[in-house]
């Protein structure tokens, strides 16, 4: 059983820019969903509204999904915090993130473990 949790390093990276980038997108939808939304009670132009709510949230988005997966590897304390926020706002707030959480916990823990056998 655990031969099948145990993966060759490209593996890994491959289900680890798999799950970042979905849930990237993910993501990008319910902001583009949330900016529907903000654009039809403005009484002004609805595109300038939609696109105004938009953009600064899907670069923030997309910062935060980038920082979590570079969180994955790094030593660098501000990277590890953004790496356990991501995991925390996936398993509290969003709907599939909980398989997206524990993913990204695997993937974290057997980095890690290889990390410290190889240490030894």
Not at 54 to 70: D, I, Q
Not at 78 to 105: D, H, R
């Amino acid at each position: 059983m655990s031969s099948i949790l145990i993966w060759p390093r490209h593996e890994r990276v491959r289900v680890a820019q798999a799950v970042f980038s979905l849930n990237a997108v993910l993501g990008i939808l319910t902001i583009g969903g949330a900016a529907l939304y903000a654009a039809a009670f403005t009484s002004e132009n609805a595109w300038t509204a939609f696109f105004v709510t938009l953009v600064p949230f899907l670069v923030l988005w997309a910062l935060f999904c980038y920082g979590a997966y570079k969180g994955l590897t790094s030593a660098n304390t501000i990277l590890k915090f953004v790496l356990w926020s991501y995991i925390a706002w996936n398993v509290f707030t969003f709907p599939a993130g909980t398989i997206i959480a524990g993913v990204t916990f695997w993937l974290w823990w057997d980095i890690h473990k290889r990390r410290d056998t190889v240490a030894q």
